[in-house]
């Protein structure tokens, strides 16, 4: 069963940073390009990045390029996003997702606040 | 970015009536591999996102039958028939052939 599970919640203040993990077990997680999609409070999916199998390339949305990183350890299982100069917009949870959008994990919440 | 226009934003209906949900994209989902890459989630009260659709009209395992998905290029349509109650939730088109990776803007359904 593929599984995807979030971790790094947590509440911060404008401006600071933070770290999110996932964790890929069921598939060969060196295989697929990963995603990671956020959501905020009671509105609609938001796709803020991507990385190809093997790392070789990243894409992002402009609303956090220059702020946010995405980057794996394929020997971990592990997807993870870099958050950097954070803002009260980026509050929402925080999906990551398998290419194709066929799984995702559960989220976790990132609160962006003073 | 491409732009998913998804329509109607709420719809309810009774258990066993069908309903229809469109999206519409601001350009043309067929990749340079001839494939559409036009999903369909659905998103339960209070949890993740799951993948029904895949490619325009693929049933993911486990989805039933009632779900089915057609359309092409620009213009996309989810039909479930026979709704049952566990069918609720908010649906989104999704769309994964351009960077950046654009959704609709949901469609709620509620049972009467």
């Known amino acids: 069963e593929v599984q995807l599970v979030e971790s790094g919640e947590g509440l911060v203040q404008p401006g600071s940073s933070m770290k999110l993990s996932c964790v890929a077990s069921?598939?060969?997680?060196?295989?697929?390009?990963m995603n990671w999609i956020r959501q905020a409070p009671k509105k609609g999916l938001e796709w803020i990045a991507l990385?190809?199998?093997?790392?070789?390339?990243?894409y992002y949305a402009d609303s956090v390029k220059g702020r946010f990183t995405i980057s794996r350890d394929n020997s971990k299982n592990t997807l993870y996003l870099e958050m950097n100069s954070l803002r009260s917009e980026d509050t929402a949870m925080y999906y990551c997702?398998?290419?194709?959008?066929?799984?995702w994990g559960q989220g976790v919440m990132v609160t962006v606040s003073s | 970015d491409v732009v998913m226009t998804q329509t109607p934003p709420s719809l309810s209906v009774a258990i066993g009536q069908s309903v229809s949900i469109s999206c519409k994209s601001s350009?043309?989902?067929?990749?340079?591999?001839?494939?559409?890459?036009l999903h369909w989630l659905l998103q339960s009260s209070g949890r993740s996102p799951k993948r029904l659709i895949y490619?325009?009209?693929n049933l993911d395992s486990g989805v039933p039958d009632r779900f089915s998905g057609t359309g092409s290029q620009k213009d996309f349509t989810l039909k479930i028939s026979r709704v049952e109650a566990k069918d609720l939730g908010v649906y989104y088109c999704?769309?994964?052939?351009?960077?950046?990776?654009?959704f609709g803007s949901g469609t709620k359904l509620e049972i009467k």
């Open positions: 997702a398998k290419s194709g959008l066929l799984a």
């Open positions: 069921g598939f060969t997680f060196s295989n697929y390009g």
């Open positions: 990385i190809y199998y093997d790392s070789s390339s990243k």
């Open positions: 350009q043309s989902l067929v990749y340079s591999d001839g494939k559409t890459y």
């Open positions: 490619q325009v009209s």
């Open positions: 999704a769309q994964t052939t351009h960077f950046p990776l654009t």
